[in-house]
T-cell receptor, first 113, second 116 residues
């Protein structure tokens, strides 16, 4: 079945860049997502990328996709203490209709002031 | 517009007790989902309802039942709670239309359940 893997923990200093990595196994993955979960809250969609794209940039966020290696990364520039959260990588074969999404284990980002 | 709401926020049960977790959305979404979140395991799908009137098993359905009461509400029931069901439970909903950035899953704030 589908599998999405992430490292569990990342610590960075405020102002540095953070890079969170993810690997997935399903070759039919068409949509790849990054969600953010703040303490005590549900998941919020940060950004997503189609499998036919290599890169997507949205303000401080850059998503890179290496489809050959099935590797996805999320770069946060100028990381702030408010970025401290758990970040989930997720993949889905579709976007419309009912959607089966496979989530990674989540990476806890700790930002040190 | 409250989005996805869940009740209760916290619950402690004894082994063997039953309870129902409530979820409601006011976004006129077609699909609804129940996930559990455990440390180091990400989110796992328990049950989902692709549209009003239908429900299907997800990855970890054992020990749970669901009811799609109407388009707005999707409840999750534990008939006889076990310590292995200690977890954080999230409900999500999705428009399930043509797709796109706004046609994605919206999550509730979660219910933290402890079974002793």
């Amino acid at each position: 079945g589908e599998d999405v893997e992430q490292s569990l923990f990342l610590s960075v200093r405020e102002g540095d860049s953070s890079v969170i990595n993810c690997t997935y196994t399903d070759s039919s993955s068409t949509y790849l997502y990054w969600y953010k979960q703040e303490p005590g809250a549900g998941l919020q969609l940060l950004t997503y990328i189609f499998s036919n794209m290599d890169m997507k940039q949205d303000q401080r966020l850059t998503v890179l996709l290496n489809k050959k290696d099935k590797h996805l990364s999320l770069r946060i520039a100028d990381t702030q203490t408010g970025d401290s959260a758990i970040y989930f990588c997720a993949e889905s074969p579709n976007s419309g209709g009912y959607q089966k999404v496979t989530f990674g284990t989540g990476t806890k980002l700790q930002v040190i002031p | 517009n409250a989005g996805v709401t869940q009740t209760p926020k916290f619950q402690v049960l004894k082994t063997g007790q039953s309870m129902t977790l409530q979820c409601a959305q006011d976004m006129n979404h077609n699909s609804m989902y129940w996930y559990r979140q455990d440390p180091g395991m990400g989110l796992r799908l328990i049950y989902y309802s692709a549209s009003e009137g239908t429900t299907d098993k997800g990855e970890v359905p054992n020990g749970y039942n669901v009811s799609r009461l109407n388009k707005r509400e999707f409840s999750l029931r534990l008939e006889s709670a076990a310590p292995s069901q200690t977890s954080v439970y999230f409900c999500a909903s999705k428009l399930s239309g043509a797709g796109g950035l706004t046609d994605t899953q919206y999550f509730g704030p979660g219910t933290r359940l402890t079974v002793l």
